[in-house]
């Protein structure tokens, strides 16, 4: 037992323990002020720019994929107004309650597809193929000129370009008269066929205000990769991008955004519904979509953001089944606004839908930073939690870390935090806490609930040690929330991710020795359960090098 007992001790040299036992040596710091507030769920991220949404379920989680703006900011440090045209970037975010969530970082399209000028409005279907995987296929604009596509066997990484080139662009025969190739919407229907919606902009040559003209459905493939039917119209009044396609029962249901033009010939229509508003999302409905005839207009569903009191601009969204319930993912310019921004950069938000699957009924949802419910899917803090999963943060970004579709918190400076809602601790709770930060140094205190008073946990981080376990001040139990916040920062650490240790049970010790086991002059960190240092072992709990330990 006591050989075995040494090699442990010996192989936990990446693990160090320190103890809450005072809290003299936290420095003053001022806390940043966050632009979101804490019950809010919108926007999705809470730093990051970003826009023209899709969505997929997997696996417990929604992803989200959007139009990097930030990319357009970073480039131009917002020296003029949001142009789209620096964006060769996808971002990818996923929450399995739509209030945390965890930023994949982004996909490069542009080393991806070299052949793109730019990557904007994905859209993205799923999809169980012959070699029992499921297969993701992902969508987006190259500037107004065709589109691309990637795929993968995960949501979040690798991707690549199975063609190289455009799967649609001017020199695909059968399109008609198009302005633009922009915003494709795909969907699978149940029989595992996949179909691409696609086009936009001002009326073409011979199409209306009312008209338009432009927007665009056509079969895919059996590889989703290529085109298996004729290129046919959907004649959807004031069309004027932002196609998004949703399969319901036997029903195919067409959305996008409408035009900025007058409403004056909408008698000229026939319908009994109102007119669509300025920029509005709508919708039509269909069980034969390639046959332009059977197209119906169902009516608005999202109006433009400005309405709701959000900055007035372009309208992009998705309509998204998540378990069991159907919602609108969705832009505004609210978090460009809040840091005193203009010039049309976007933040991604999500609301609940009402949605009668058997007749394609939808409605019409209104824009909030509410958002969606809190669903019961919560945090466990016994597994490894990426630190970029939060529902709302300040001061701080994100950025591609080593593992593809990993991403650690970064840009720190004293004051900076992140913040994790609805926090299952069970009832045996939790005694303990590590985190991984690499490189700098600092120190991190987490919060129970609020940023003031007593942290239940104080973390000082060096340089030389990239996990460091503490004990909690009080044992942690039932839901909470918490915050990390950053009271000291040297250098440019990277916070990757933080895990609780279970309040300590007989049966969760990790390992149980003899009390004659005796460590000489080994230098080990070893502390008792309440987090004082010890110089040996005392019978009972103790925490050494990270790893509980029951001394008998």
Not at 386 to 407: D, K, Q, S, V
Request: aromatic content about 10%; glycine content about 10%.
């Amino acid at each position: 037992m006591k050989q075995r007992y040494m090699f442990l001790l010996l192989s936990l040299i990446a693990l160090s323990v320190y103890g809450q036992d005072t809290d003299d040596d936290i420095p003053a710091y001022t806390l940043a002020t966050a632009y979101k507030t804490a019950s809010a769920a919108n926007p999705v991220s809470p730093w990051m720019l970003c826009a023209d949404p899709t969505a997929v379920e997997y696996e417990g989680r929604m992803y989200i994929y959007g139009t990097n703006d930030q990319q357009e900011y970073n480039t131009t440090k917002n020296a003029s107004n949001n142009t789209y045209g620096r964006i060769k970037q996808l971002v990818v975010f996923s929450s399995a309650d739509l209030v945390n969530w965890t930023h994949h970082g982004t996909i490069d399209v542009g080393s991806l597809s070299p052949w793109i000028a730019t990557s904007w409005a994905p859209s993205i279907a799923s999809r169980v193929e012959d070699d029992g995987k499921t297969h993701f296929y992902l969508y987006y604009t190259n500037t107004a000129s065709g589109v691309g596509m990637l795929t993968s066997t995960s949501p979040v990484e690798p991707w690549r370009d199975p063609l190289g080139h455009a799967l649609i662009d001017g020199r695909t025969p059968g399109r008609g008269l198009q302005s633009n190739i922009i915003d494709p919407g795909v969907a699978v229907d149940d029989e595992g066929n996949g179909w691409l919606t696609f086009g936009g902009g001002d009326p073409n040559s011979q199409g209306s205000n009312l008209i338009p003209g432009n927007a665009r459905i056509v079969k895919l493939g059996k590889d989703m990769a290529s085109l298996a039917s004729d290129i046919m119209e959907i004649p959807a009044p004031y069309h004027f991008e932002a196609n998004e396609l949703n399969i319901m029962g036997d029903k195919f249901v067409f959305s996008y955004s409408s035009n900025w033009g007058t409403r004056n010939d909408w008698g000229q229509y026939g319908s009994s519904l109102p007119a669509p508003g300025t920029c509005s999302i709508d919708y039509m409905v269909s069980t034969d979509p390639l046959n332009p005839h059977s197209w119906a207009y169902k009516g608005e569903v999202l109006s433009n953001p400005g309405t709701f009191g959000y900055p007035w601009g372009n309208n992009h969204s998705h309509m998204q089944k998540f378990q069991n319930g159907w919602y609108m993912v969705y832009h505004t310019q609210w978090l460009a606004q809040k840091k005193g921004m203009s010039g049309g950069y976007r933040c991604i938000a999500v609301n609940r839908m009402v949605v009668q699957e058997a007749t394609a009924r939808i409605t019409k949802v209104t824009a909030n930073n509410t958002g969606a419910s809190l669903l019961a899917n919560r945090i466990n803090p016994y597994e490894q939690v990426e630190a970029e999963t939060m529902a709302n943060c300040a001061g701080i970004t994100t950025e591609n870390y080593l593992l593809r579709g990993n991403t650690v918190v970064t840009s720190l400076d004293a004051g900076d935090w992140t913040y994790v809602r609805n926090i299952d601790f069970g009832d045996d709770g939790a005694d303990s806490i590590t985190s991984k930060i690499i490189g700098g140094s600092g120190q991190l205190l987490v919060f129970a609930d609020k940023t003031t008073g007593t942290p239940i946990a104080k973390i000082n981080f060096t340089s030389r040690q990239i996990y460091t376990t503490v004990a909690l001040r009080n044992k942690l139990s039932g839901i909470h929330n918490l915050y990390f916040v950053f009271s000291k920062v040297n250098g440019n650490p990277r916070f990757d991710t933080w895990q609780c240790i279970q309040a300590a049970q007989p049966d969760a010790i990790d390992h149980i020795v003899a009390d004659d086991v005796i460590l000489g002059n080994n230098h080990h960190h070893i502390y008792n359960i309440k987090g004082v240092s010890i110089d040996t072992p005392q019978r009972g709990i103790n925490i050494i090098n990270g790893t509980k330990i029951l001394v008998k």
